[in-house]
Structure formats: C-alpha cells, structure tokens
C-alpha cells in the first residue's frame, strides 16, 4: 500500500510540474509546422502534446529540455 501511495505522489507532483505556468522570462523556441521541419524538438514530457519546435531550447510549460523527435 506504501509503494503505491508514493507512486501516485510522485505522479501528481510530474503531472503539477508540468502544469505550471513559466515564469522565465527567456525566449520561447519558435514554434513550426510539421510539414516544414527538418529537425524538430519537442517537451519529453509532451507537456504541449505533439507541439515542436524549429530550435533546440526548453519547455516554455515546465522548462525541460526539449529533445529530438
């Protein structure tokens, strides 16, 4: 019972980090069209679902690392 309270703990609090406005103030990557991109970048966390973008940067939702598609 311990092991999954703590699991559904931590599942809450990725879900909240998530959710979480940004409050950086730093450029936000350009988002693009699918159809345009060579390389795309998108949230590990699929924070935005299948949003990418164009430049390599962070999350403008949790301020992950986005990562190769």
Known sequence: MSKLFIMLIFAACILISCKSSNTNNAAKPLIIAADTA???YQCPM????????????????????????
Do not use: E, F, H
């Open 46 to 69: 699929k924070c935005q679902g299948d949003t990418a973008y164009s430049t390599q940067g962070k999350c403008p939702i949790c301020t992950m690392v986005l990562v190769k598609k």
């Open 38 to 40: 060579v390389l795309k």
